[in-house]
Nanobody, 117 residues
Framework: QVQLVESGGGLVQPGGSLRLSCALSGFALSIFHMSWYRQAPGKERELVAS???????NYAGSVKGRFTISRDNDKNTVDLQMNSLKGEDTAVYYCKADSTITRRNYWGQGTQVTVSS
């Protein structure tokens, strides 16, 4: 059974930084394309960043240059480093894993990020 657990969310002031982490258990991270999504109140869930099994990365335009996604297959974790945070980054952030073997996808439970002074 694949499980994803996010951590690292919290309250931060505008201009600050946070690092989110997603731990995958039950299978090897190396076979999954990994993504971070977010959902703000009243809005649809949106893709923030993704990283493929070949370490190719992709970012939403709104976070490009501020956020960095990375993966550690040895630790079975994927991180999202968020710098220069803005109020509009406030959302619940979710980790998603897409299996390259079974084509199934899995979601974490989410972690709240609030950017406010």
């Amino acid at each position: 059974q694949v499980q994803l657990v996010e951590s690292g969310g919290g309250l931060v002031q505008p201009g600050g930084s946070l690092r989110l982490s997603c731990a995958l258990s039950g299978f090897a991270l190396s076979i999954f394309h990994m993504s971070w999504y977010r959902q703000a109140p009243g809005k649809e869930r949106e893709l923030v960043a993704s990283i493929s099994i070949a370490d190719n990365t992709n970012y939403a335009g709104s976070v490009k240059g501020r956020f960095t996604i990375s993966r550690d297959n040895d630790k079975n974790t994927v991180d999202l480093q968020m710098n220069s945070l803005k109020g509009e980054d406030t959302a619940v952030y979710y980790c998603k894993a897409d299996s390259t073997i079974t084509r199934r996808n899995y979601w974490g439970q989410g972690t709240q990020v609030t950017v406010s002074s």
